[in-house]
């Protein structure tokens, strides 16, 4: 069998073509644009590119966007002095703090201050706590597992009953991937680095989410037939020539390089039921997450 592909850019542009209709019909209602902030500290290549896109998705779905740097060497006060300015702007409805910041700054102080209003990454405490218990529920749910969870529901797999796998915990992805399908009614494991026998609970797994950052660890014989899975790693490996030398970039003079996830696809998906790929599956979610976290904040703070 192969497996019906989860075609994470299509349903993504849904996503975000709802949150733009949405946000137009607040403009013309005469409410305010919903705001998004970012923080940016230091210079990392990678992080500045994440918050560019966020910046451009801004500006197509008609919203503000308003971004904030500091140096890499910013204090801890410089950091937690912004976001209170950010938490006390009216026009300001959602607040991202990019990760991860500077070896010396205090991460889990900063994210706490957030006012969990305008917390749209759902990072704070607060939203994960609720997140964590029964019958609560987060203003906001952190956007990759948000997204994975959606995709899911997307293309009609069933989650309530089902055995699932996360391959992962990760605060980011892994622990509130887990936490959400418990919500669904999903029997949940979590797999780690000293979890015994991997592949042997990864192939009891009715929906896999992996997000563990490790270059195509999970192969073929690891899934379940007709198993869900869901992969969120994204990770760079060379591509090669026919003999096997590097690919060279005329462009940049540098190899060439290729994305691919946690899991080998063109394996599984030879097992497999479902399957989202890499790139074109989670990563667009993310984002298409966030706008509509940020909307959801618009329309929390002014109705």
Same mark, same amino acid.
């Given at each position: 069998?192969?497996?019906?592909?989860?075609? @994470?850019?299509?349903?993504?542009?849904?996503?975000?073509?709802?949150? %733009?209709?949405?946000?137009? %019909?607040?403009?013309?209602?005469?409410?305010?644009?919903?705001?998004?902030?970012?923080?940016?500290?230091?210079?990392?290549?990678?992080?500045?590119?994440?918050?560019?896109?966020?910046?451009?998705?801004?500006?197509?779905?008609?919203?503000?966007?308003?971004?904030?740097?500091?140096?890499?060497?910013?204090?801890?006060?410089?950091?937690?002095?912004? &976001?209170?300015?950010?938490?006390?702007?009216? $026009?300001?409805? @959602?607040?991202?703090? =990019?990760?991860?910041?500077?070896?010396?700054?205090?991460?889990?102080?900063?994210?706490?201050?957030?006012?969990?209003?305008?917390?749209?990454? @759902?990072?704070?405490?607060?939203?994960?706590?609720?997140?964590? =218990?029964?019958?609560?529920?987060?203003?906001?749910?952190?956007?990759?597992?948000?997204?994975?969870?959606?995709?899911?529901?997307?293309?009609?797999? %069933?989650?309530?009953? /089902?055995?699932?796998?996360?391959?992962?915990?990760?605060?980011?992805?892994?622990?509130?991937?887990?936490?959400?399908?418990? =919500?669904?009614?999903? $029997?949940?494991?979590?797999?780690?680095?000293?979890?015994?026998?991997?592949?042997?609970?990864?192939?009891?797994?009715?929906?896999?989410?992996?997000?563990?950052?490790?270059?195509?660890?999970?192969?073929?014989?690891?899934?379940?037939?007709?198993?869900?899975?869901?992969?969120?790693?994204?990770?760079?490996?060379? &591509?090669?020539?026919?003999?096997?030398?590097?690919?060279?970039?005329?462009?940049? @003079?540098?190899?060439?390089?290729?994305?691919?996830?946690? &899991?080998?696809?063109?394996?599984?998906?030879?097992? *497999?039921?479902?399957?989202?790929?890499?790139?074109?599956?989670?990563?667009?979610?993310?984002?298409?997450?966030?706008? *509509?976290?940020?909307?959801? /904040?618009?329309?929390?703070?002014?109705?």
């Amino acid at each position: 069998m192969t497996a019906q592909l989860i075609d @994470g850019t299509a349903i993504a542009r849904k996503v975000r073509d709802n949150v %733009k209709e949405e946000v137009a %019909k607040r403009n013309a209602a005469g409410k305010p644009k919903p705001g998004l902030a970012t923080v940016l500290v230091g210079d990392r290549v990678d992080s500045a590119a994440y918050v560019g896109m966020k910046q451009k998705a801004c500006a197509e779905l008609g919203m503000n966007s308003f971004h904030n740097t500091l140096p890499a060497n910013a204090t801890q006060e410089q950091v937690e002095d912004l &976001v209170k300015k950010l938490n006390a702007d009216p $026009t300001v409805n @959602g607040i991202l703090v =990019q990760l991860p910041l500077p070896s010396h700054l205090d991460e889990e102080r900063v994210l706490q201050l957030i006012n969990i209003e305008k917390d749209v990454d @759902g990072f704070s405490p607060l939203n994960i706590g609720r997140l964590a =218990q029964k019958g609560r529920e987060p203003l906001f749910v952190p956007c990759t597992p948000y997204g994975c969870i959606y995709l899911l529901k997307e293309v009609g797999v %069933k989650i309530s009953g /089902a055995n699932a796998v996360v391959l992962g915990r990760s605060n980011i992805v892994g622990m509130p991937a887990a936490l959400l399908l418990v =919500q669904e009614n999903a $029997t949940v494991t979590i797999v780690h680095s000293r979890t015994q026998n991997i592949a042997d609970v990864v192939r009891r797994a009715d929906i896999l989410i992996a997000a563990i950052g490790r270059t195509e660890m999970v192969r073929g014989d690891w899934i379940k037939p007709g198993a869900a899975v869901i992969d969120v790693g994204i990770n760079g490996v060379p &591509v090669l020539n026919p003999d096997g030398t590097p690919a060279i970039s005329e462009k940049t @003079g540098k190899p060439k390089q290729k994305l691919v996830g946690d &899991v080998n696809f063109e394996e599984a998906k030879e097992v *497999a039921g479902f399957i989202t790929p890499v790139p074109g599956g989670v990563g667009p979610m993310t984002i298409a997450m966030l706008m *509509a976290n940020t909307l959801r /904040a618009a329309q929390i703070q002014f109705p």
